[in-house]
Structures are given as C-alpha cells and as structure tokens.
C-alpha cells in the first residue's frame, strides 16, 4: 500500500466551526489530490497541488482552502462548516498528472459529519 | 458535457458466479479509462487501465473490455469470492485542449457476493 495517512479519520463538528483534515504521504510525489464522495456521485475533486506552495482548484472548491508547505503534507480546510460540506473526504497522491502513466494512490478517507 | 455512466448501481450475486458491469461514458478527447476496487471504509484501489487501441485487457479473475466506437467499457468478474464484495468505479480521462487533464469519475457499482 502507497504510505498515505489522512487524520483524523473522523471528525463530527458543529455549524460555523473551522475544520482542517490532513493528509500526509511518505512517497515523495510531486501531485496530492483532496477529493469528496457523497452516495449517488462520483468522486468530486475539491483542490490538487502539484508542488510546494503550488496548488488549483478543482471542480467543488468553494467553501474550502488547502495548503501545502512541504512536500509530504496537504491541508484541506473548511473555514465555515456548512452541513452540505458533510462528506467522506479523500485525499490522493501521484508521481505525474498522467492516468495512462500510474493512477492515483488513495489514503482511506476522513468520514466528517456536521451538525 | 463528459459524464461517466455505470450500471447497475448495485449487483448481489451468489459466491463462484460470474458478473459483468458497465461502464458508459460521454466523454471527449478521450484519453484512457480506468477501473478502481473500492472496499467498504477504504480508498479506491486501482484494477487496470484501458487504452485507446486496448479491447481487453485482464488482471487474474478480472476481465475489462473496451469498445471506443460504442463507448462502452466492461468489468467481468469470474468465479466470484466474498473479497470482491466492493464498490467498482469507472474513471475516464480527458484532454481537452483549452484546459488541463481531466478524470470524470463514475459514481460506481455496489457489489455484494453472497455465501
């Protein structure tokens, strides 16, 4: 299994409150993705990073921030929870951007609820 | 818009029988299609990759087929064991040329193998 571990693995907060999830790698690629899996859609990409300090948006971003200051680390904050934002978070890695190349590596997901 | 399509949503078969999901996606340029293994409470696990120029391509008792023409793709599991009780998610990947790579993630199909 590719070393990723995402913490916590649940979380259960309130309306209003200031999340952050974390997602840590020991395979030093390059590309870390965070993604949400709600029942009935695929996987929806909130944010990706592909570097230090270098990260973009993905498809359901508002609502959300991320960081990444060191290569193995990729934050994903909620600033404001909402209960929409009530979701199995998954955060991925992979050495290129490529799917033909390797595909992603998937950490076992933070089940977050808010209430 | 690119969409990824799988049928049926959930499947119950009885253990050493064989099934097959679908995979339709409406999805341009295509680039490649990937099957992922799901676990119930882990991260996707990538199965195989299919090509453009790829119809079959197999992974033990796993079997996926690809027909560009149609755009249709294929998952056959054979002789089926309690383990490949998971969820089994299609991914289709893009490359448009006014914007970056893109995955367009099925929402999957629950498989439930029975003793």
């Known amino acids: 299994d590719a070393g990723i571990t995402q913490s916590p693995r649940h979380k259960v907060t309130e309306t209003g409150t200031p999340v952050t999830l974390r997602c840590h790698q020991t395979?030093?690629?390059?590309?870390m993705y965070w993604y949400r899996q709600d029942p009935g859609h695929g996987l929806r990409l909130i944010h990706y990073?592909?570097?230090?300090?270098?990260?973009d948006k993905g498809e359901v971003s508002d609502g959300y921030s991320v960081s990444r200051s060191k290569t193995e680390d990729f934050l994903l904050t909620l600033e404001s929870a909402t209960s929409s934002q009530t979701s199995v978070y998954f955060c991925a890695i992979s050495e290129g951007n490529r799917e033909e190349v390797q595909p992603q590596h998937f950490g076992d997901g933070t089940r977050l609820s808010i209430l | 818009k690119n969409q990824v399509e799988q049928s049926p949503q959930s499947l119950i078969i009885l253990e050493g029988k064989n099934c097959t999901l679908q995979c339709n996606y409406t999805v341009s340029p295509f680039s490649n299609l990937r099957w992922y293994k799901q676990d119930t409470g882990r991260g996707p696990v990538s199965l195989t990759i299919?090509?453009?120029s790829e119809n079959t391509k197999s992974n033990g008792r796993y079997t996926a087929t690809l027909d560009a023409d149609t755009k249709q793709s294929s998952l056959h599991i054979t002789a089926s064991q309690l383990s490949d009780s998971a969820s089994y998610i299609c991914v289709v990947s893009a490359v448009p040329l006014d914007s970056n790579y893109q995955l367009i993630w099925g929402a999957g199909t629950k498989l439930i193998i029975k003793p």
């Open positions: 395979e030093n690629h390059r590309y």
């Open positions: 299919m090509t453009f």
């Open positions: 990073s592909y570097g230090v300090k270098d990260t």
